[in-house]
């Protein structure tokens, strides 16, 4: 279960909510300097984060779960977010050079079939950035903001999809090591926050960021070899029926 597209942009609309963005979108603009991209695209609810990310993702464009909906833009302006299935995204192969999922993997009822659509539409090397709810942070535990629903993750369980998906991590960040309180902090605040964060609790962060790269030549994950006993065979002895003939040998 996830929130709805409404509801997302009411919450990032509130004070906390910019704040959330600048603090994550920070650890985000870090991770994209090295690599631009000129076609981008944001799947779940990414738009509050690729404004952010402007000079670094091109044209970039949106997708949402149906479940999740969809806001219009203001009048006036185009709209750059599309309806899809997570699963069967209607983009060809090897398109987008990245792509930045938000608020979508938490939600998703198939997170193996997503991410196997985003290797398919990402050409050779390209990356996904991908933010979810940390399951050892404290967002994951407050149902009050976007982070506390649906299903969050581990580093070692988004390792292990991502990995099973043939997508490789390159890069790992951290982030939203304050507290998610309800009233307004102050930027001087909660940077500090972020701070004292990363150098002492990093795996305890609200959410983790996870830059992966598509890799086109990997083998495919090994299943699990059964065990399988061969009992010998048992040869058919045929069983000779005393006759007369046979009883007579050897009387004189």
């Known amino acids: 279960m996830n929130f709805e597209a409404t509801q997302l942009q009411s919450w990032y609309e509130e004070p906390r909510g910019r704040l959330v963005v600048r603090l994550v979108g920070g650890v985000m603009e870090r991770l994209l300097k090295e690599n631009p991209s000129e076609r981008t695209l944001g ?24 479940e999740m909906g969809v806001v219009l833009g203001a009048p006036g302006k185009f709209n750059r977010t599309a309806q899809v299935r997570p699963d069967a995204l209607p983009f060809p192969d090897a398109w987008f050079e990245r792509v930045v999922m938000v608020h979508l993997l938490e939600g998703t009822s198939d997170p193996k079939a997503a991410l196997r659509e985003v290797w398919r539409i990402l050409v050779p090397g390209g990356r996904l950035l991908i933010l979810v709810a940390n399951r050892g942070g404290v967002w994951a535990r407050r149902d009050t903001t976007p982070f506390g629903w649906g299903r969050p993750y581990s580093p070692r369980q988004l ?15 951290y982030a ?18 972020e701070k004292a964060g990363n150098r ?26 059964r065990v399988i006993i061969r009992r010998p065979s048992r040869l058919p002895i045929p069983v000779t029926e005393k006759t007369g003939l046979s009883s007579g040998i050897g009387k004189t």
Not at 162 to 171: A, F, K, N, S
Not at 176 to 193: E, V
Request: hydrophobic share 50%; net charge positive; proline share 10%.
């Open 176 to 193: 939203l090591f304050l507290p998610p309180l309800k009233r307004k902090l102050s930027w001087r605040w909660a940077s500090a926050w």
């Open 159 to 173: 390792r292990l999809i991502l990995e099973e998906t043939l997508l490789v991590p390159r890069q790992w960040n």
């Open 200 to 225: 002492w609790f990093a795996p305890m962060g609200g959410v983790i960021l996870c830059e992966a790269e598509k890799v086109v030549y990997a083998s495919t994950p090994l299943l699990k070899k």
């Open 43 to 66: 799947l779940g609810f990414a738009q509050p984060y690729l404004d952010w990310l402007r000079p670094w993702t091109g044209h970039a464009i949106g997708a949402a779960p149906a």
